[in-house]
């Protein structure tokens, strides 16, 4: 048998029903979530998270940023894949301007 010990730690009662709430969704207990995180941190040797000491709305913007190229290049990657990369400008706001006829 494997020689266990108990940690206490204390959260907010609204979090620790989120979190029991989140647990149960996935089909695990709290004690099995918390023992995968200690040992994500201790197999990488680092938190699965970032600490940071940015302003939260610095990290929305560089967020929202980061989430507008994906897409940009999402986009572009299906526009190769469909054959239209070489439309001009003339010629996608004229598909714009169709679709919202049909619509």
Known sequence: MINTVNIT???????????????DNVGINPTAAVNMFIKAVLRTRQLPFTVTDVDAR???????????VESINRMRETSVLNGNSKMTLEEINAEIEACRKEA
Not at 10 to 22: A, G, I, L, M, N
């Open 58 to 68: 610095e990290i929305d913007k560089k967020q929202y940023k980061e989430r507008a």
């Open 9 to 23: 730690v204390r959260v907010e009662k609204e979090t620790k029903k989120q979190f029991d709430s989140f647990c």
